[in-house]
């Protein structure tokens, strides 16, 4: 599982568009061989939705060898009606139909149950090879999909009774009537979900942030269907900062860091831009799994005279001229060498560009402070200091014995917003430079 976090909605449904824009040229698809994806309904997806249809405009995805599979479907809730998915679908994804599938909202004959029709929509998964793609939303409840609570992580297609909860976020799109909603649904079970190759999981705003914490942070339950993502080892859960906002700086720190082979190419290019800032020739190709976030992108590499810089000269060149979210993220630092924190093993970067968050590992020294100063553009002879300087200060104390994991800026990551220049730098009380090695 891997986490990535972002500060808007809109740039978390840009990575995840990117994201499955990306499988799709990496399949290749053709007449032949057509590339599945499933998609989700709700809200959360439509900036993706319109991310994905710009770039077909624009020619730089083709949907022609695509095939959709939708997670659900409200029972009952004929084609026509506004917030039938069939009809979600219409109106936010623009695929000829053909192409489009969907759990029906009553058996189709010759079917005559629901159970038939979920057990025909397996099949059909099936006779398409099966899923290569897998995107979907998250409930304020932890579902996926319709699976509520207490479903079975082993659970196949099915039809579901709605939780309350659901029916009670959900009444937004139903002139807010709780009696309008569909009691009902069909639903892909959390077995079939698993089985998919790749799942990318899209969380937004602080409504999801409680079942965000207890999908990756808690363990696997049955009572936080999300969870049983845990289970699945191609997993990419994308989020904003609000729906990430619960999560720790430990949980966090590993789910960030840790070696996807999915994330392979992103660590090569983080490799790239690293080499190009430290003028040195890109690690071999060959050893690009050596290369992966929190491992071996030292920070050493983004300091010069003791500042890390953030801005796009330093980190590199991108092809499009805007910030690389990514480009600092996970990447780890070593202060073991420093005369003034001999036993501090290192820290690590917890945030993209737009928001860090620094955390260490193991005790510092008694008399030891660690401090982050924000710099702002056009500010270098007055640094501003973040307002709330004890929020980003870390004492000795605060991680105990020494062996947790404790954030320099306490529950609220320093925040730095769209500046286009940044810069952090670590000092002690004295405002001696922790990073100075010389
Ligand atoms: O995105 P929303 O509207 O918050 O809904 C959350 C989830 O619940 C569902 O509507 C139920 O399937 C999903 O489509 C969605 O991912």
Redesign the pocket.
């Given at each position: 599982m891997y986490l990535s976090t972002h500060s808007t909605p809109l740039e978390a449904s840009q990575e995840v568009a990117d994201l499955i824009i990306d499988r799709i040229k990496a399949f290749g698809p053709t007449q032949k061989k057509k590339f599945v994806m499933c998609l989700?309904?709700?809200?959360?997806?439509l900036l993706v939705y319109k991310e994905l249809a710009k770039k077909c405009r624009e020619g730089k995805i083709s949907f022609e060898h695509v095939i959709t599979i939708n997670?659900?479907e409200y029972v009952g809730l004929h084609p026509a009606h506004p917030q039938s998915y069939y009809h979600f679908m219409e109106e936010n994804f623009d695929i000829p139909p053909k192409q489009v599938h969907l759990l029906p909202f009553q058996p189709i004959p010759p079917h005559t149950t629901h159970t038939e029709s979920c057990a025909e929509y397996e099949s059909l998964i099936t006779s398409l090879g099966g899923i290569h793609l897998l995107f979907?939303?998250?409930?304020?409840n932890g579902?996926i999909?319709?699976n509520e609570p207490a479903s079975s992580l082993a659970s196949r297609t099915r039809m579901i009774k709605l939780d309350q909860d659901?029916r009670r976020?959900?009444s937004r799109f139903f002139e807010n009537s709780l009696s309008n909603v569909p009691t009902h649904a069909l639903?892909m079970g959390i077995g079939t979900i698993l089985e998919a190759q790749e799942i990318v999981l899209l969380a937004l705003g602080d409504?999801?942030a409680q079942a965000v914490k207890e999908a990756l942070q808690g363990g696997v339950n049955h009572l936080c269907p999300a969870s049983a993502l845990q289970l699945h080892e191609n997993v990419i859960i994308v989020t904003d900062n609000e729906a990430s906002k619960n999560l720790s700086v430990r949980t966090k720190k590993y789910l960030t860091a840790q070696c996807s082979p999915i994330y392979d190419d992103q660590a090569l290019d983080q490799d790239q831009d690293q080499a190009q800032y430290q003028n040195r020739e890109p690690t071999p190709e060959s050893d690009h799994n050596k290369i992966h976030p929190g491992n071996s992108l030292e920070a050493d590499s983004y300091f010069t005279n003791n500042v890390m810089r953030t801005d796009e000269e330093h980190i590199g060149k991108s092809e499009e001229p805007r910030f690389r979210p990514n480009a600092l993220r996970g990447a780890s630092f070593d202060l073991s060498a420093s005369p003034l924190c001999p036993r501090e093993r290192g820290g690590y970067i917890d945030k993209g560009v737009n928001e860090l968050q620094i955390s260490h590992e193991s005790a510092k020294p008694e008399d030891t402070r660690m401090t982050l100063t924000l710099k702002r553009p056009g500010s270098d002879s007055n640094p501003h200091t973040d307002d709330n300087a004890q929020d980003h200060t870390d004492t000795d104390n605060e991680t105990g014995t020494g062996t947790g994991v404790s954030s320099l800026t306490g529950d609220n990551p320093l925040v730095l917003g769209n500046h286009e220049h940044a810069e952090v730098s670590i000092t002690d009380q004295g405002d001696r430079d922790l990073h100075d090695l010389s």
């Open positions: 989700p309904t709700g809200s959360t997806p997670l659900d979907m939303g998250i409930g304020t579902h999909a319709f659901t976020a959900n639903t409504g999801k």
